[in-house]
């Protein structure tokens, strides 16, 4: 199996369409940094990446660092329930459901997501997730889409048997490391036709595309926004399909988004 760093490297090199760009976050000499990603190399950003941030004419090769979560979230929104493949029985709802998850929950690209100890059903739920270029409130359908800065790719790990017994789902969808995210942000892709896969030990247990979620993108923007105020840099968890599985320590899960990459964490036992 390649290594996190080669699966980095070769992702980075996988040919986009011209209007792309691909934002990560990485430690620097210790140090968190932004940069763009250009074929094997990063190229150093400095400034807000939310608010045309400059060059600063340094290059660092993409396998020489550490990649931090792509984005630094105050808010992360989840949406239930939002493939037909994932409801079963149930019948689709009039409007999205929503839930929070906290941005201590979130990890990068190759961090371990930790079984908690009295945990017994954790399952993977692979996703797309939105990431908020500009502050919302109010939008309307036809323009949440020009709110949206790009898309990453999450991992919502779900604790099902704490799902139903909690008043809330406080510690089913929110408890440290539940929330992998990355490795990178992508922007200039069409959000509503994208394969969405994941696998666990490379054996393929989710996959379909973004075309069939229920509420698409623009729908999810702009409901949220009716009631909360989106800042440039939350998140937001669109929902994942099919059916989902328990996860064990010592599996792999890798979600891949096309056009996007692989976001791939180890399982590890919790003390």
């Known amino acids: 199996m390649r290594t996190l760093v080669a699966l980095a490297v070769a992702l980075a090199a996988t040919t986009l369409p011209a209007q792309t760009v691909r934002y990560v976050r990485y430690l620097n000499n210790g140090q968190p940094a932004l940069g763009s990603i250009d074929g094997e190399n ?46 079963g029985e149930r019948p689709a709802a009039a409007y999205p459901g929503l839930f929070a998850k906290y941005p201590t929950s979130i990890i990068a690209h190759g961090e371990n997501i930790v079984y908690p100890p009295d945990a017994k059903n954790v399952h993977f739920e692979g996703e797309m997730v939105l990431v908020i270029g500009k502050k919302a409130s ?53 959000y509503d036709d994208l394969l969405l896969q994941t696998r666990v030990n490379g054996e393929v247990m989710q996959s379909q595309r973004t075309k069939d979620l229920i509420f698409n993108v623009s729908e999810i923007v702009s409901y949220i926004s ?46």
């Open 226 to 271: 009716q009631y909360v105020t989106l800042m440039p840099g939350d998140v937001i968890y669109s929902g994942t399909p099919g059916t989902t599985k328990p996860m064990k320590p010592g599996d792999v899960v890798e979600v891949e988004l096309e056009g996007v990459g692989i976001l791939r964490n180890p399982v590890v036992q919790g003390k």
């Open 138 to 190: 109010k939008v309307s359908k036809e323009d949440a889409k020009s709110y949206v800065f790009g898309i990453t790719v999450g991992n919502d790990v779900s604790e099902r048997d704490w799902q139903q017994k909690d008043l809330q789902w406080f510690r089913a969808k929110a408890s440290d490391t539940f929330g992998p995210l990355g490795p990178w942000i992508v922007t200039g892709l069409n």
């Open 42 to 87: 990063i190229r150093e950003l400095r400034g807000d990446l939310f608010s045309n941030p400059r060059p600063t004419g340094r290059t660092v090769k993409l396998s020489a660092v550490k990649l931090l979560p792509p984005v630094e979230p105050s808010k992360v929104i989840a949406v239930g329930l939002n493939y037909k493949s994932h409801l």
